[in-house]
């Protein structure tokens, strides 16, 4: 996940598929979905969400589940 922090995307790259994408604030609301099937990079832009700290929840093909600290800034 770079660059983090960030101010208006980030881009996630993994080393196996991944399956979907959450960005989930600190409360536990979910800001952001988007599914993802077999891609192992992809762009996620943040323009609209509030500076703060997040938790990028990312679910790979195999089921496990992955969680990041994203950080946005303004």
Do not use: W
């Not at 881009?11 to 604030?25: G, V, Y």
């Not at 943040?46 to 938790?55: L, Q, V």
């Amino acid at each position: 996940l770079y660059p983090n922090p960030t101010n208006a995307s980030f881009t996630l790259s993994t080393s196996t598929a991944m399956q979907h994408i959450h960005i989930i604030d600190l409360s536990g609301k979910v800001l952001f979905m988007n599914n993802v099937p077999g891609q192992q990079q992809t762009v996620v832009a943040t323009d609209d969400m509030p500076a703060g700290m997040y938790i990028v929840q990312i679910g790979m093909e195999d089921g496990s589940v992955v969680n990041k600290r994203l950080q946005i800034i303004r």
